[in-house]
């Protein structure tokens, strides 16, 4: 309540409408699962495009498990490129990662240069950030020299006589940046690094030069410049070739070489970097070890074979005429990365992070409210094999998940290589309202082997989905649409074999001839009939969601009429726009939703407890399952 303690003119701001309720998105999905690169804790990463997923998380070549036999496709890779190509416009990754037992996980996994038992020590590190075969990758550096940046100017600017005092200063080099120095006399040239102090005698600021350690006594190392001849600012452009069918290259061009200067390698590709993006875009990490300053890390960068004739980089980086860029170009490849072992309930269930709070697996998604479509691609791969106990406890901690989190459904896979029978079974442990079931396989072209291989069908579905949502409405069942990428499925069903599986709440993929193939299907895998469809499960979530978002701000106002008949009116008006934009069953207002909120909705217990209890209903559109056209013979005089 504003105060009127002196007289005047009072100008106040006051609302005359009413609250809004914003329908929230429905068609943000996330995906578990092994991936070959990419970061194994913290909060998951939204991600746009296929072309984000193999930046991050590497690309679609088959995943190398130590103890698996044989290679395995990428499912989530895969998954992530058909989501896209479905529909799909907004992806969540959780990458799973396993570590063997009695392993380093600091280091386990994660490509190195040099190893372990390389003489001598050249004295930095280069390693892949995260751990996984994809960082091995090839890193080339070419190192270059600008122009002479030393210029000779008198000491008083306004003194222009002949035999004028002079000195000598920097036109184009910064407080330490690295650079490459020149006394006069052959051989002289060094390697400095360049420092900014105040000269007290001249009473100015000033640069002078220094080869050593920056906590050493000043007056021991710097040098000055009116006893060079030539001062060139080195720099280094780094390319990263990722390796694999498809491997791409990032670069970086123009870093330097002083731990402290905003542009170096130091920084650039710090193993702690200072942001998300960095974290999760720059692959390399560059670890400098004993070496303290930029003079120091040139030279042992430069000390390096160089890619042409194998002779130290160093060598040539004053060629006359200038030598090309192979001879002033070292190359390394990083070696020693791993998939881990294939990872199992436990990394998919995931942990908290302890001290660090970077949660893992299923857990880094609680913190991420708007996912509302959940999946596990792979995650069944091998359920009718030795991955069975792993398969069914992987599915159950989806569907724990998306009971906890409430507003979100699970796309859930058969196994590879069942029968009607065996997934059957597999459906028959399973009893929720919130995930769906879908069979069989898809068969698509891989461009990794280029040849046809069979992929879970939830990484198409979710894309399907998404479209779903984008094109029509959370309202309307995703099913009877086509399935871009698919060439074929792991089975051919017909009719009957439908008809056995529908009623138990198994969707399944058909193929229809003329039409293509088609997801066939929109049931949960729930026993309660009142949520057997799939759209009204997500309808539901998509409504209550959106009512938990609109009405936060009603929290703590008094609890009286006007409260209520705020958040009645509020409630009540973004259900009339679901009833005018076709979303719910009825032909006018009332048949389809009512709104109470007054003293009948609660009790005199409820308002001591501070508890507003507003009663909502609402009659959801389910899907034209069965659609019937009953046909008899007429004659031609009967009337219809």
Same mark, same amino acid.
């Given at each position: 309540m504003p105060e009127y303690l002196a007289p005047g003119v009072y100008v106040e701001e006051v609302s005359f409408r009413q609250k809004t309720i914003e329908g929230v998105s429905t068609s943000t999905t996330g995906f578990i699962g092994p991936t070959r690169f990419g970061p194994l804790a913290g909060e998951p990463e939204l991600i746009t495009s296929f072309t984000d997923f193999e930046r991050i998380y590497g690309g679609i070549d088959q995943l190398e498990f130590e103890d698996e036999p044989l290679p395995m496709d990428n499912h989530v890779a895969h998954a992530a490129r058909t989501f896209f190509t479905e529909g799909g416009q907004r992806l969540y990754i959780a990458r799973t990662y396993a570590f063997p037992v009695e392993t380093d996980e600091d280091v386990f996994g994660r490509s190195v240069w040099p190893d372990a038992t390389l003489s001598p020590d050249p004295g930095f590190v280069l390693r892949a950030r995260f751990p996984g075969r994809a960082g091995d990758f090839t890193v080339s550096m070419t190192f270059r020299l600008g122009e002479n940046v030393l210029r000779t100017e008198p000491v008083d600017p306004s003194d222009s006589s002949p035999g004028a005092p002079t000195h000598q200063i920097l036109r184009g080099a910064q407080p330490l940046d690295t650079v490459w120095v020149e006394a006069g006399s052959p051989g002289s040239a060094q390697l400095y690094w360049v420092e900014r102090f105040f000269?007290?005698?001249?009473?100015?600021? &000033?640069?002078?030069?220094?080869?050593?350690?920056?906590?050493?006594?000043?007056?021991?190392?710097?040098?000055?410049?009116?006893?060079?001849t030539s001062v060139r600012v080195l720099t280094?452009?780094?390319?990263?070739?990722?390796?694999?069918?498809?491997?791409? $290259?990032?670069?970086? $061009?123009?870093?330097?070489?002083? !731990?402290?200067?905003?542009?170096?390698?130091?920084?650039?590709?710090? !193993?702690?970097?200072?942001?998300?993006?960095?974290?999760? +875009?720059?692959?390399? &990490?560059f670890e400098r070890?004993?070496?303290?300053?930029?003079?120091? %890390?040139? /030279?042992?960068?430069?000390?390096?074979?160089?890619v042409l004739d194998g002779t130290p980089v160093i060598d040539h980086l004053t060629d006359v005429p200038p030598s090309s860029d192979a001879l002033r170009t070292m190359r390394k490849r990083l070696e020693g990365g791993s998939d881990g072992d294939r990872p199992g309930p436990g990394e998919y269930e995931g942990d908290d992070g302890g001290a660090s709070g970077e949660k893992s697996g299923l857990k880094a998604f609680e913190d991420v409210e708007e996912i509302s479509i959940l999946a596990g691609p792979g995650s069944t791969f091998g359920l009718e094999g030795t991955y069975t106990a792993e398969a069914q406890t992987i599915t159950r901690l989806l569907i724990a998940h998306c009971e906890l989190m409430r507003y979100r459904v699970a796309v859930l896979d058969s196994g590879d290589a069942q029968t009607l029978g065996n997934v059957r079974n597999f459906r028959a442990g399973i009893d929720t309202t919130r995930a769906a079931l879908y069979y069989p396989w898809v068969r698509v072209f891989d461009p990794f082997t280029e040849r046809e291989i069979h992929l879970p069908p939830s990484g198409f579905v979710s894309g399907i989905y998404a479209r779903n949502d984008v094109d029509r409405g959370v309202h309307k069942a995703p099913a009877n649409e086509?399935?871009?990428?698919?060439?074929?499925f792991e089975l051919l069903l017909n009719k009957g074999q439908q008809d056995v599986l529908n009623p138990e709440g198994v969707n399944c993929l058909r193929w229809f001839e003329g039409r293509g193939f088609r997801v066939w299907g929109a049931r949960t895998a729930s026993s309660d009939p009142e949520w057997k469809y799939l759209n009204v499960r997500r309808y539901f979530a998509y409504v209550e969601r959106s009512i938990d978002k609109g009405t936060q701000w009603a929290v703590f106002e008094p609890n009286g009429p006007e409260l209520w008949s705020n958040v009645r009116s509020t409630v009540e008006d973004f259900l009339f726009n679901e009833f005018s934009n076709g979303r719910l069953l009825g032909t006018k207002p009332e048949e389809a939703f009512f709104v109470r909120c007054d003293r009948t909705t609660m009790t005199q217990n409820d308002l001591d407890n501070g508890r507003?209890?507003?009663?909502? /209903?609402?009659?959801?559109?389910?899907?034209? $399952?069965?659609? %019937?056209? +009953?046909i008899g013979q007429k004659t031609a005089d009967a009337r219809a």
């Amino acid at each position: 309540m504003p105060e009127y303690l002196a007289p005047g003119v009072y100008v106040e701001e006051v609302s005359f409408r009413q609250k809004t309720i914003e329908g929230v998105s429905t068609s943000t999905t996330g995906f578990i699962g092994p991936t070959r690169f990419g970061p194994l804790a913290g909060e998951p990463e939204l991600i746009t495009s296929f072309t984000d997923f193999e930046r991050i998380y590497g690309g679609i070549d088959q995943l190398e498990f130590e103890d698996e036999p044989l290679p395995m496709d990428n499912h989530v890779a895969h998954a992530a490129r058909t989501f896209f190509t479905e529909g799909g416009q907004r992806l969540y990754i959780a990458r799973t990662y396993a570590f063997p037992v009695e392993t380093d996980e600091d280091v386990f996994g994660r490509s190195v240069w040099p190893d372990a038992t390389l003489s001598p020590d050249p004295g930095f590190v280069l390693r892949a950030r995260f751990p996984g075969r994809a960082g091995d990758f090839t890193v080339s550096m070419t190192f270059r020299l600008g122009e002479n940046v030393l210029r000779t100017e008198p000491v008083d600017p306004s003194d222009s006589s002949p035999g004028a005092p002079t000195h000598q200063i920097l036109r184009g080099a910064q407080p330490l940046d690295t650079v490459w120095v020149e006394a006069g006399s052959p051989g002289s040239a060094q390697l400095y690094w360049v420092e900014r102090f105040f000269d007290v005698p001249a009473g100015r600021w &000033t640069h002078r030069l220094r080869d050593d350690d920056p906590a050493n006594d000043p007056a021991t190392g710097p040098v000055a410049l009116d006893d060079v001849t030539s001062v060139r600012v080195l720099t280094v452009g780094v390319v990263v070739s990722r390796m694999g069918k498809f491997g791409d $290259e990032q670069s970086w $061009e123009g870093l330097t070489f002083h !731990p402290d200067h905003l542009q170096s390698l130091s920084r650039v590709f710090d !193993p702690q970097p200072p942001n998300a993006s960095a974290y999760l +875009r720059v692959p390399l &990490t560059f670890e400098r070890l004993a070496l303290t300053n930029g003079a120091d %890390i040139a /030279g042992a960068l430069m000390a390096q074979d160089n890619v042409l004739d194998g002779t130290p980089v160093i060598d040539h980086l004053t060629d006359v005429p200038p030598s090309s860029d192979a001879l002033r170009t070292m190359r390394k490849r990083l070696e020693g990365g791993s998939d881990g072992d294939r990872p199992g309930p436990g990394e998919y269930e995931g942990d908290d992070g302890g001290a660090s709070g970077e949660k893992s697996g299923l857990k880094a998604f609680e913190d991420v409210e708007e996912i509302s479509i959940l999946a596990g691609p792979g995650s069944t791969f091998g359920l009718e094999g030795t991955y069975t106990a792993e398969a069914q406890t992987i599915t159950r901690l989806l569907i724990a998940h998306c009971e906890l989190m409430r507003y979100r459904v699970a796309v859930l896979d058969s196994g590879d290589a069942q029968t009607l029978g065996n997934v059957r079974n597999f459906r028959a442990g399973i009893d929720t309202t919130r995930a769906a079931l879908y069979y069989p396989w898809v068969r698509v072209f891989d461009p990794f082997t280029e040849r046809e291989i069979h992929l879970p069908p939830s990484g198409f579905v979710s894309g399907i989905y998404a479209r779903n949502d984008v094109d029509r409405g959370v309202h309307k069942a995703p099913a009877n649409e086509v399935i871009r990428l698919a060439t074929g499925f792991e089975l051919l069903l017909n009719k009957g074999q439908q008809d056995v599986l529908n009623p138990e709440g198994v969707n399944c993929l058909r193929w229809f001839e003329g039409r293509g193939f088609r997801v066939w299907g929109a049931r949960t895998a729930s026993s309660d009939p009142e949520w057997k469809y799939l759209n009204v499960r997500r309808y539901f979530a998509y409504v209550e969601r959106s009512i938990d978002k609109g009405t936060q701000w009603a929290v703590f106002e008094p609890n009286g009429p006007e409260l209520w008949s705020n958040v009645r009116s509020t409630v009540e008006d973004f259900l009339f726009n679901e009833f005018s934009n076709g979303r719910l069953l009825g032909t006018k207002p009332e048949e389809a939703f009512f709104v109470r909120c007054d003293r009948t909705t609660m009790t005199q217990n409820d308002l001591d407890n501070g508890r507003m209890v507003c009663l909502v /209903g609402i009659a959801p559109l389910r899907p034209a $399952e069965f659609v %019937i056209f +009953r046909i008899g013979q007429k004659t031609a005089d009967a009337r219809a």
